[in-house]
Structure formats: C-alpha cells, structure tokens
C-alpha cells in the first residue's frame, strides 16, 4: 500500500493550505484515511479521520474550527484544508491508512498513539510569523 503526501510548503500565519493524500495502488475510499503531524521535538498528534463508504469525519479538538478533512473519489484523493494557519501548526504531516474496519475510521483513530497500518512519507508544512 502506498501513500503520498504533497501540497505542504512556506505560509504565512494566517494563511491557509490544502494537503493532498493520494495512492497509485489502491481506491483511498477503502480505507479510513487519517492524518497526523509531528513537530520537532514533539510527539506525534492525530487530527483528523475520514471514512470511505460515507465520508463521515472526524476532526481533533486542537484544530476544530480550522482544519477539514474531505475526500474527492474520482481523484482518488484526501484532502486536508487548514486554514487560519499559526506557527504552532509548523510541522511533517502525514497521512495514513487504516485497515480492517471496512473503511470506517475508529473511535480512536485520531488519538495520538493510534497506529494506521499504512503511511505516507510525509509533507513539511511551515508557517512564519
């Protein structure tokens, strides 16, 4: 199973940027597909969760209000719009897969120690002052 990532870069706070997570080998919509971040020095953080036979998501309380999660079949692709950007959001963000509960998140998928069973390399995504 294989992940990509892509759309992180440089922005200023206050600005906004759109994730993408898509793979080569597999329909995404099979999948609950996760996204988490990990800043330097910081444990890893769950965020959000989307389903992939009805879409329902899932969306951590730190950044509720700012981040979305929404996917686009026909692209085969999970996005993940961040908005209202700050500095604290600075970190490799990753998307990932999980297995085994026919394409719908679980409950704790977007707890911090969860474990997808398939990750994408990353995406670094800054935000300056």
């Known amino acids: 199973v294989q992940l990509v990532e892509s759309g992180g870069g440089l922005v200023q706070a206050g600005g906004s940027l759109r994730l993408s997570c898509t793979s080569s080998?597999?329909?995404?919509?099979?999948?609950?597909i996760t996204w988490f971040r990990q800043a330097p020095g910081k444990e890893r953080e769950g965020l959000s969760c989307?389903?992939?036979?009805?879409?329902?998501?899932y969306v951590a309380d730190s950044v509720k209000g700012r981040f979305s999660i929404s996917s686009d079949n026909a692209k085969n692709t999970v996005y993940l719009q961040m908005n209202t950007l700050k500095p604290k959001d600075t970190a490799v963000y990753y998307c990932?897969?999980?297995?085994?509960?026919?394409?719908?998140?679980?409950?704790?998928?977007?707890?911090?120690?969860?474990?997808?069973?398939?990750w994408g390399q990353g995406t670094q995504v800054t935000v300056s002052s």
């Open positions: 990932a897969a999980v297995d085994g509960f026919g394409g719908y998140c679980p409950p704790d998928s977007i707890q911090d120690e969860y474990e997808p069973d398939f």
């Open positions: 989307i389903s992939g036979p009805d879409g329902s998501t």
């Open positions: 080998l597999f329909p995404v919509h099979n999948y609950a």
